[in-house]
């Protein structure tokens, strides 16, 4: 069965400390791997996506790397801010018209 | 501005009573989709559309109706509300979700309540 799973559920950080979340699927073929940062209440918006031959890729502060072989991805948050706290979703799309969704990390940065 | 507008934004309504959720995108895109998003659960996808009149059932159907006559619109139709079906909904459209630069962007969110 196709699945898209996040570690951990949440987290609680300090202002200016990096983190880094967790994704784990199991969709096969692979086609691409995208995150996205969910505020609360608001729509997901896109941060990064990612194709099989790529290693990893940087948006801004923000930084995703991917091992196909594995089959894990991991967004890294360097330096982080207030404005980082949200739910960051992974998203994995395969061979088919569907997009598997991961259930989220929820961060919360604290000053 | 590139944009996936929903409406309405809130809304509390009572059991039975339909209701539409309209979608609108102004970016040509071929794939639209609604997910609905409860606590806990992630976002699980309703319905999609590949592209006019192409319609398909997502994971989590029932109680739903959509209809994709122009490119644009994407309204997602609730014949008979009921309690379960409270929850914050999202419309979404990419150009195509299997591509690498297809990107999927989202409405800002519809809140419904059904009492």
């Known amino acids: 069965k196709n699945q898209v799973e996040q570690s951990p559920q949440s987290l609680i950080i300090l202002e200016g400390k990096n983190c880094t979340l967790q994704?784990?699927?199991?969709?096969?073929?692979?086609?691409?791997l995208r995150w996205y940062k969910q505020d609360t209440g608001r729509g997901p918006v896109s941060l990064t996506i990612m194709t099989f031959s790529e290693n990893t890729k940087s948006n801004g502060r923000y930084t995703a790397t991917l091992d196909a072989d594995t089959k894990q991805s991991s967004l890294h948050i360097t330096a982080s801010q207030l404005s980082d706290s949200a739910s960051y979703i992974c998203?994995?799309?395969?061979?088919?018209?569907?997009?598997?969704f991961g259930t989220g990390t929820r961060l919360q940065v604290f000053p | 501005e590139a944009q996936v507008t929903q409406n309405p934004r809130y809304l509390i309504t009572v059991t039975g009573k339909k209701l539409t959720v309209t979608c609108s995108q102004n970016?040509?895109?071929?794939?639209m989709s609604w997910y609905r998003q409860d606590p806990g659960l992630g976002l699980r996808q309703i319905y999609y559309s590949m592209n006019v009149e192409v319609t398909d059932k997502g994971d989590v159907p029932e109680g739903y109706k959509v209809s994709r006559k122009e490119k644009r619109n994407f309204p997602l139709i609730l014949e008979s509300p009921s309690p379960n079906q409270t929850s914050l909904y999202f419309c979404?459209?990419?150009?195509?979700?299997?591509?690498?630069?297809?990107?999927?962007?989202f409405g800002e969110g519809s809140r419904l309540t059904v009492l």
């Open positions: 994704c784990n699927y199991t969709v096969s073929p692979f086609s691409n």
């Open positions: 998203v994995v799309s395969g061979d088919t018209d569907k997009l598997i």
């Open positions: 970016m040509n895109h071929e794939y």
């Open positions: 979404a459209s990419s150009l195509w979700p299997g591509e690498n630069t297809g990107e999927l962007f």
